[in-house]
């Protein structure tokens, strides 16, 4: 397996809530697989408090691979504390450039009725965009873990200066996504207006997974009253 489809099948383990359950043989684990494998940025998404997993909001035919399989869809997760989580999964030949608007990512709020949906709708501000596998430990660090030569203390993993590692132990990821971890939050590399598009170039049998957290003091327009 790939880099790429390990990091998809990682994702897509966080985004649908399935346990996260180390079956390898960790002494012989790759430096790359525990790199994936200890990405606290996508382990906070499985530990979300809101306990509720993602959603296929669309499936779409892409060109086959070998194995005469291909499409690409968009997941999403509804996050404590008003963030999304996205993904954006390339399971075709080749890579592509996916493509998701607002009003597809929120699509149950803009057409469920019932009062908890009236008013605002999320697609109508703008939200930035972090990425989360841009702070991927490299792979030195975690060959240095592997081998037992790594010095960094708990309180250390959990500074602001540390991206890759988080000590949940210490500090719960809940705690530590409302002080705004960047270890947890992964890196803003965007932002997307109110109704626009997220764009991103997806590997083959690859992903993107993003957290969006609505820009603070954007306007919302008002929503039509049935």
Request: zero cysteines; proline letters at 4%.
């Amino acid at each position: 397996m790939t880099d790429d489809e390990y990091k998809a099948h990682f994702s897509m383990w966080a985004m649908i809530k399935s346990p996260l359950i180390m079956g390898t043989n960790i002494p012989k684990m790759t430096a790359s697989t525990y790199s994936i494998l200890a990405n606290p940025a996508v382990i906070a998404i499985s530990q979300d408090s809101a306990g509720t997993p993602a959603v296929r909001v669309w499936n779409r035919k892409a060109d086959l691979d070998e194995y005469d399989q291909g499409s690409i869809s968009l997941w999403v997760m509804a996050l404590s504390g008003g963030d999304y989580a996205i993904a954006l999964l390339n399971a075709g030949a080749k890579e592509l450039q996916l493509n998701a608007t607002l009003e597809e990512i929120f699509i149950d709020k803009a057409t469920t009725a019932g009062g908890a949906t009236r008013g605002p709708l999320p697609s109508s501000k703008g939200w930035d965009i972090y990425d989360l596998w841009a702070n991927r430990m490299d792979d030195t660090m975690a060959s240095s873990i592997l081998q037992g030569n790594a010095t960094m203390t708990g309180s250390m993993m959990n500074s602001t200066n540390s991206t890759m590692l988080y000590n949940a132990t210490e500090t719960p990821y809940a705690d530590g996504v409302k002080q705004n971890n960047t270890a947890l939050l992964g890196v803003k590399t965007s932002s997307v207006d109110a109704r626009g598009t997220i764009q991103a170039t997806v590997p083959r049998h690859g992903i993107a997974m993003y957290r969006l957290r609505a820009q603070a003091g954007a306007s919302m327009s008002k929503r039509d009253e049935l």
